[in-house]
């Protein structure tokens, strides 16, 4: 198993917002979310489904993203590999555009990128969990005392070594570049 692409916003949806915004997954309103998802899926034909666990709402699907929502934070998973993330221009650009436009929805203003498993970044997961309950502030300043500061640039995390690659950091995108 590889790491995957996460990424964290904070919001301030109650379960009614929420079922809300599943409800517009489902009638296409998000234009960058049903480009990726039809760039990247060769089927699509899963609607979003919330299901309600432990802690947290699930919105599965479709196929290739999913949302989780804590009371402050919402998870933005793919299944795209991290490393594909970090170093291919097209589906960095195709997903943050994704988290561009759930960040607005959100009228939050800032996403946090880590890898899903496998490094210290990906400790945020943790945070999201009733006992926990943290914020997306708090997970941003944990992050900078844990793993130390952001990097300049996406592409920065990356690091290729002889036989392998790793993952060294995450990055706050604030979207200087989007419109």
């Not at 599943?22 to 990726?36: G, H, Q």
Request: net charge negative; proline share 3%; charged share 25%.
């Amino acid at each position: 198993m590889g790491m995957c692409f996460e990424a964290y916003v904070g919001h301030r949806l109650n379960e009614d917002d929420i079922n809300r915004f599943c409800d517009e997954l489902n009638s296409n309103k998000f234009k960058s979310i049903n480009r990726f998802v039809n760039t990247y899926c060769s089927f699509n034909n899963t609607r979003v489904v919330p299901d309600q666990l432990v802690d947290t709402i699930d919105l599965i699907g479709p196929n290739i993203i999913s949302f989780m929502f804590s009371e402050k934070v919402c998870r933005i998973h793919s299944y795209i590999r991290w490393w594909e993330f970090l170093i291919e221009e097209e589906i960095q650009k195709h997903l943050r555009k994704v988290s561009f436009e759930i960040m607005n929805y959100f009228n939050s203003s800032f996403v946090i990128y880590v890898p899903d498993t496998g490094a210290l970044e990906s400790y945020l997961i943790d945070f999201m969990w009733k006992d926990e309950n943290k914020d997306v502030n708090y997970m941003r300043n944990w992050l900078q005392e844990n793993c130390g500061p952001p990097k300049t640039r996406i592409m920065d995390i990356y690091k290729q070594f002889d036989k392998y690659w790793g993952s060294d950091g995450y990055f706050i995108d604030v979207f200087p570049d989007i419109k």
